[in-house]
């Protein structure tokens, strides 16, 4: 069918019941690409109709070079989506009619860059898939409103958005010459032996604690990296001219310590760097801040459900003879939240934690030799952070940032101390040496029993069931740190690098794979989420979704990262494990 037979069609059910839209259902021929209406809402106030634009290649126009690659396909994919979204706010004006009469979305991101589902590159086409709220009133169809839509307002995004000549061609290729150049640091930081890379020039606070836009320039100071700290990497693409070569701050492996006074900027060095295990659009200030991308933030979290975590590493001993080694709590306090939430980091890799006073349980992060001398370590259950931090680095290869305003006792472990001062990093380590000289610490290390191993857990088939009272599916994520999965809400609000509900709806999915892995013998929590990583690399993120089909897409999914998805199933109330001996 053409463009033409879809008009015939809306203006034959106009003013009709709302459910006459099925009709509309199909492929139409446009004379600069195809629409495909694969689902219509059954009402004004469901979820809006899903539609996709299918372009040739021959007709865009877009060189080939700009996705030669898996890193340019993401970015010119994501710079795309992004070009139809604001094409959408400038053109799409049909808002007459009921419920989400009107609405045309697409799922295109925030400030980071990551692979979603919204717009695809194939070989010979793009496609780009959207939602529509079908116009109506009191459920009668508007069929002027929805002509407007069709035969206006796509035609007129799409040409703006997805036609090469029509583009910004500059925009675009700075677009994915920067994510380029992002991956090819990320890829040199192991080599290196860092954790983390803060370009100098870089514009790390953002406009306000809700907001991820950067703060205006003349409003902020960029960074600057100790001469101590300052390292180099050669990029792929130029930068500022003919200039390939960028400066900036290289955080070693091993073990740093952010100190300072409160509002001087510790908490957004944090916060940028958890935010760096994904690229940056150009201009966000935080483009060539870069963190290994096995690095997981590390919180208290009080009241979150554990299911059988060894946590004796950090807690042992308690009253009424409660076994740590495999520990279950359905209510944890601080401490053993933040005790299992590391567990359960290392368990899936991560290889890199980020720590915050701030968020994170006093008792478990130190013991000073006043508390120590008033309560022997044989009456205290806690072996603190402090006592092991070290044994991590040297014995597991775990590094940690940490950041620390409230005692000095860190100072000893730390191999790099960097004080922030009116938002300006400096190297304090030799100044630190001289304060321990001057003001040696009495605390003593408790007796502790060395870790031989990161423990590993399987998960038991069927305690990850996507049926809702086994009857069927339900997979919803109504806000960023929500998740219904089958019968339970699993409670994400302390992920701090979820950053947006695409990646929540994805892990849904995701857990329900998980579910069908498990039934598997003796896989380990780590193995299944590895699978599911195998999967998503091989088939690409769309097939999450089991109903999956050119027809059926899921356009709003978008890649949570492997220690996500594990939280999550870590927080499933449902779920129960066995730890391998």
Same mark, same amino acid.
């Given at each position: ?91 799409? &004006? ?38 529509? =709220? ?57 080599? /290196? ?8 020039? *870089? &514009?790390? #606070? ?43 701050? =290289? ?43 096995? #690095? ?43 005790? #299992? ?7 899936? =890799? ?11 349980? +006093? ?43 409230? +005692? ?10 960097? /004080? ?36 590993? @857990? ?45 990646? +929540? ?9 998980? *579910? ?6 003796? /896989? ?9 990583? +195998? ?22 999914? *978008? ?10 199933? &870590? @927080? ?10």
């Amino acid at each position: 069918m053409d463009e033409k037979d879809l008009r015939i069609i809306l203006n034959d059910i106009d003013s009709k019941g709302y459910k006459a839209y099925k009709r509309l259902k199909g492929s139409y021929q446009f004379s600069l690409f195809t629409l495909c209406i694969d689902h219509v809402q059954g009402d004004p106030f469901s979820t809006p109709s899903k539609i996709r634009i299918k372009i040739d290649t021959s007709i865009n126009s877009i060189p080939k070079n700009l996705s030669d690659n898996h890193y340019r396909k993401l970015a010119l994919q994501d710079f795309l989506s992004r070009r139809v979204n604001i094409q959408i706010t400038k053109k799409s &004006n049909s808002r007459n009619g009921t419920g989400n009469s009107g609405v045309v979305f697409i799922d295109s991101g925030g400030q980071e860059v990551i692979e979603r589902t919204a717009l695809v590159i194939k070989e010979n086409f793009i496609e780009a898939r959207m939602q529509i =709220g079908l116009p109506a009133r009191s459920r009668r169809i508007l069929s002027k409103e929805a002509i407007q839509i069709f035969f206006n307002d796509i035609p007129n995004i799409i040409e703006a958005s997805l036609i090469w000549k029509n583009l910004n061609q500059e925009k675009c290729i700075e677009f994915v010459e920067c994510i380029e150049n992002y991956y090819s640091i990320s890829a040199q930081l192991k080599e /290196k032996k860092l954790v983390a890379f803060i370009a100098n020039g *870089s &514009n790390l #606070a953002r406009e306000s604690g809700v907001s991820q836009n950067p703060l205006k320039s003349e409003n902020s100071i960029l960074f600057k990296s100790p001469k101590t700290f300052e390292t180099s990497f050669i990029l792929p693409n130029p930068i500022k001219g003919d200039n390939h070569l960028i400066l900036g701050m =290289g955080i070693p492996e091993g073990i740093t310590l952010i100190v300072g006074g409160g509002y001087h900027g510790k908490s957004t060095f944090l916060k940028s760097l958890e935010r760096g295990v994904y690229p940056h659009i150009p201009n966000d200030g935080r483009e060539y801040v870069v963190t290994r991308k096995e #690095a997981v933030k590390i919180r208290s979290e009080e009241g979150r459900n554990i299911e059988n975590v060894d946590i004796k590493p950090f807690i042992n001993n308690l009253p009424n003879n409660i076994k740590t080694s495999s520990f279950c709590s359905e209510n944890a306090s601080g401490s053993t939240s933040q005790a #299992a939430n590391i567990i359960e980091a290392l368990e899936l =890799g991560a290889q890199f934690l980020l720590i915050d006073e701030d968020t994170s349980a +006093t008792n478990f992060m130190f013991r000073d030799i006043r508390m120590q001398t008033l309560v022997p370590g044989r009456h205290e259950p806690i072996t603190p952070y402090l006592d092991r931090i070290t044994e991590f680095y040297e014995d597991f290869n775990i590094s940690t940032i940490l950041i620390m305003g409230g +005692t000095g006792d860190y100072f000893e472990v730390a191999d790099n101390i960097i /004080k922030m001062e009116s938002y300006v990093p400096y190297d304090v380590k030799h100044e630190t040496s001289l304060i321990i000289k001057e003001h040696p610490s009495k605390r003593v290390t408790d007796d502790v029993i060395k870790i031989k191993k990161i423990t590993q @857990r399987v998960p038991k088939p069927f305690s990850i069931n996507s049926l809702k009272s086994h009857k069927r599916m339900n997979i919803k994520a109504p806000r960023k740190a929500v998740l219904l999965f089958g019968d339970d809400e699993i409670d994400l609000k302390y992920l701090d690098q979820l950053i947006e509900k695409s990646q +929540t709806k994805a892990i849904g999915f995701a857990l329900h794979l998980a *579910s069908k892995y498990i039934s598997e013998k003796s /896989k380990t929590l780590q193995e299944v989420i590895d699978k599911i990583e +195998t999967f998503i690399n091989k088939n690409g993120l769309d097939q999450l979704d089991p109903y999956f089909t050119e027809n059926n897409h899921p356009g709003n999914f *978008s890649r949570p990262r492997k220690y996500e998805i594990g939280a999550a199933i &870590n @927080r499933l109330r449902s779920l129960s494990a066995k730890i391998i001996d």
